[in-house]
């Protein structure tokens, strides 16, 4: 009896967790993309946002929702004395949520993100972070930023910003960086399991193609950085491939014509992967 009772209450939870918390998450987020973008953030963006004030008018429509969900889900917090506003909110969620939208919203594969689904908070600090990787670690690191996702600790994932960085790239893309870019595209690599530099995609030949490609495009910037030579991709890249995946999603959506006509094989996997094609905006 105890045992049947046990199983009862498993499939319950089952059923709850897989079915019913989808599903009322599902019904909240199209009631929240249902309501109006405020004419005074579309002002804002057009102002403060390069990569938003490129983008086709088709595609800001869809970018307008995902914001909203974005804002409603994600908690920002403020740190060393620095006070969140709306507008640091749409700075970041504008730029992340670019990651996410598409030009076909009814793709035969869908992104696999689900709004970053393991990551709760994202706090800002006004200007570089001094960070220890581990407790015991007796020197620090100066970030502009920091990923971190929750399910392998049981906490919820977090991301780290330096607002001083955040607010020199947003409408800036001379510098061909972006910290929001950079950040995000890690959480899309952290979605399902470690960080690798290939985030998960629909089969195996197509990750296979993505690794080969990836990995001749990461030893080609390695060799051009050691031996001195101007590079599109920025040499951060060089770290190892997960940040290559990083700075290479920078390259695709601040230097994309660039990008096309020199590592083009390397652009069409981003381009499948993100379904946009920066290069026609």
């Given at each position: 009896m105890f045992n049947f009772l046990f199983l009862l209450v498993i499939v319950f939870f089952i059923i709850v967790y897989y079915f019913v918390l989808p599903a009322k998450i599902g019904q909240k987020r199209k009631e929240i993309s249902n309501n109006s973008f405020p004419k005074e953030w579309v002002l804002f963006l057009?102002?403060?946002?390069?990569?938003?004030?490129?983008?086709?008018?088709?595609?800001?429509?869809?970018?307008?929702?995902?914001?909203?969900?974005?804002?409603?889900?994600?908690?920002?917090?403020?740190?060393?004395?620095?006070?969140?506003?709306?507008?640091?909110?749409?700075?970041?969620?504008?730029?992340?949520?670019?990651?996410?939208?598409?030009?076909?919203?009814?793709?035969?594969?869908?992104?696999?993100?689900?709004?970053?689904?393991?990551?709760?908070?994202?706090?800002?600090?006004?200007?570089?972070?001094?960070?220890?990787?581990?407790?015991?670690?007796?020197?620090?690191?100066?970030?502009?930023?920091?990923?971190?996702?929750?399910?392998?600790?049981?906490?919820?994932?977090?991301?780290?910003?330096?607002?001083?960085?955040?607010?020199?790239?947003?409408?800036?893309?001379?510098?061909?960086?972006?910290?929001?870019?950079?950040?995000?595209?890690?959480?899309?690599?952290?979605?399902?399991?470690?960080?690798?530099?290939?985030?998960?995609?629909?089969?195996?030949?197509?990750?296979?193609?993505?690794?080969?490609?990836?990995?001749?495009?990461?030893?080609?910037?390695?060799?051009?950085?050691?031996?001195?030579?101007?590079?599109?991709?920025?040499?951060?890249?060089?770290?190892?491939?997960?940040?290559?995946?990083?700075?290479?999603?920078?390259?695709?959506?601040?230097?994309?014509?660039?990008?096309?006509?020199?590592?083009?094989?390397?652009?069409?996997?981003?381009?499948?992967?993100?379904?946009?094609?920066?290069?026609?905006?």
């Amino acid at each position: 009896m105890f045992n049947f009772l046990f199983l009862l209450v498993i499939v319950f939870f089952i059923i709850v967790y897989y079915f019913v918390l989808p599903a009322k998450i599902g019904q909240k987020r199209k009631e929240i993309s249902n309501n109006s973008f405020p004419k005074e953030w579309v002002l804002f963006l057009t102002e403060n946002v390069y990569l938003y004030k490129k983008l086709p008018s088709q595609l800001k429509k869809q970018l307008h929702s995902y914001i909203q969900i974005f804002l409603a889900e994600k908690e920002f917090i403020g740190k060393d004395g620095i006070k969140i506003t709306e507008e640091m909110k749409l700075i970041v969620a504008s730029q992340a949520c670019l990651l996410l939208i598409e030009n076909n919203p009814n793709p035969v594969e869908p992104k696999r993100s689900n709004y970053f689904p393991y990551l709760k908070y994202i706090y800002i600090y006004p200007d570089r972070i001094a960070h220890k990787n581990k407790p015991y670690q007796e020197e620090y690191n100066i970030l502009l930023g920091q990923s971190s996702v929750g399910y392998k600790s049981g906490k919820d994932g977090s991301i780290l910003f330096s607002w001083a960085d955040v607010l020199r790239e947003a409408n800036n893309p001379q510098y061909g960086d972006n910290v929001v870019l950079h950040e995000f595209t890690h959480q899309l690599d952290q979605e399902f399991g470690n960080a690798t530099g290939t985030p998960r995609l629909s089969n195996l030949e197509k990750t296979l193609v993505w690794q080969k490609i990836f990995r001749t495009e990461y030893d080609n910037l390695c060799d051009a950085v050691s031996k001195g030579k101007e590079t599109i991709i920025d040499s951060y890249g060089t770290q190892n491939p997960i940040e290559f995946f990083a700075v290479a999603t920078e390259a695709f959506f601040l230097k994309s014509r660039l990008l096309a006509v020199y590592h083009p094989l390397l652009y069409e996997q981003l381009s499948q992967y993100y379904h946009l094609d920066p290069v026609i905006w």
